[in-house]
């Protein structure tokens, strides 16, 4: 029996359902499809990348041709990757661009939870980072900015030290690591290179970051902010009034009297406050005694503080103990809560689940209905 050969229609409709890996949505929608023929078993399908030298080129070709082979009466493909002109890129970022208002404005449907601290050294991004992943492992489209501009170490975190951002034109589309899609200055500077800024550029960088920087449909946006109480957290706070704040602290009693004041900054910028996490809570011994190295209590007590006077109290949300495997795979760039069994990655799943479970209300939001 002769199997007919497949229309080109087939073809197109099979390779435009492949997912561009840095846009995330298929590339027939994107209008990356080009001329597509079938003779004699023979598929050849063109595909336009958005840029030379894209980096998601060589996976995009294998799934088009992986695609295209899968249609019943094709023997052979070729394809012919060619590069859009200006007026394509131009009218792709001006359709990306245009799905809905800004990205994350008030309206914005994405939650937006701000990771602050009072101090450095509490272990703020690596909690930021690992958090991402988790709640990227529940199946939430996660964003992670990196908003720590001199002491950016998220990309190192996440494995991706040395990647840099594809531009498409004007808009910037964010590397992803491990379900994450990630943007830092770190993926701008050379190698150690300072950034030594002040006020207004650091104020031009977040809003740039949040702005120009495309990342699609997100269920959760997570900033990782610098310690303190500085410029970029109250360039947050103009910028993102809706964000809410996660504040982290270590148990030291002195650690948690600043922890209390980022929250309190946070408050004055109008941002709500929604929980409190305690790192390096202890390290459990071969005996199962816990040895408390940075004392006992501070994320309990900066909870407490941050609930006096308030309707809605504020919860520890998360203890995270000492873990050596936390400390490793900050260096190794992959994310403890992908090793199944660790205290620490336990701990911020368990975080990552309430949260997820907490969502964000609706009110205040325009919801875009209309009444007829």
């Known amino acids: 029996m002769t199997i007919p050969s497949p229309s080109p229609d087939a073809v197109r409709a099979a390779v435009g359902r492949v997912a561009d890996p840095e846009i995330r949505r298929p590339i027939a929608e994107l209008d990356m499809v080009g001329e597509v023929s079938v003779v004699d078993g ?94 990227a492992g529940r199946g939430l489209a996660v964003g992670l900015v990196d908003v720590d501009v001199f002491g950016f170490s998220i990309p190192g975190i996440l494995g991706i030290a040395g990647a840099k951002p594809t531009r498409v034109d004007e808009m910037i589309l964010p590397p992803v690591a491990h379900g994450v899609k990630t943007i830092s200055i770190g993926m701008f500077v050379d190698g150690s290179a300072a950034v030594s800024w002040r006020g207004p550029m650091l104020h031009r960088t977040v809003q740039q970051f949040l702005t120009d920087v495309y990342f699609g449909d997100l269920d959760v946006l997570l900033l990782d902010l610098p310690p303190g ?41 109008g941002q709500r406050v929604i929980g409190v996490v305690e790192n390096m809570a202890g390290l459990v011994q071969p005996d199962g005694s816990v040895l408390e190295l940075f004392g006992a209590g501070g994320g309990a007590e900066v909870a407490r503080r941050l609930s006096a006077g308030r309707d809605e109290p504020v919860e520890l949300l998360a203890s995270v103990p000492l873990s050596l495997g936390l400390r490793q795979s900050g260096d190794d760039g992959v994310p403890v809560v992908l090793s199944p069994g660790d205290p620490a990655g336990e701990a911020i799943s368990v975080l990552a689940a309430r949260l997820a479970e907490q969502g964000r209300g609706l009110a205040g939001r325009r919801l875009g209905l209309s009444l007829r």
């Open 229 to 269: 109480t500085g410029d970029v957290a109250i360039s947050v706070g103009q910028l993102l009034p809706q964000a809410e704040v996660l504040v982290v602290t270590t148990p030291q009693a002195a650690a948690a009297e600043v922890a209390e004041r980022s929250g309190l900054a946070a408050r004055q910028l």
């Open 42 to 135: 023979l598929a050849r399908v063109g595909v336009k990348l958005t840029v030379v030298g894209c980096p998601a080129a060589d996976a995009i070709e294998r799934d088009v041709r992986e695609a295209a082979a899968s249609v019943a009466g094709v023997t052979a493909v070729e394809v012919d990757v060619t590069v859009m002109t200006p007026a394509e890129r131009a009218a792709l970022t001006e359709r990306l661009r245009g799905t809905r208002g800004p990205q994350f404005g008030p309206d914005s449907l994405t939650r937006v939870i701000a990771v602050t601290s009072g101090k450095g050294g509490v272990g703020k991004s690596t909690i930021t980072a690992n958090l991402a992943v988790a709640l």
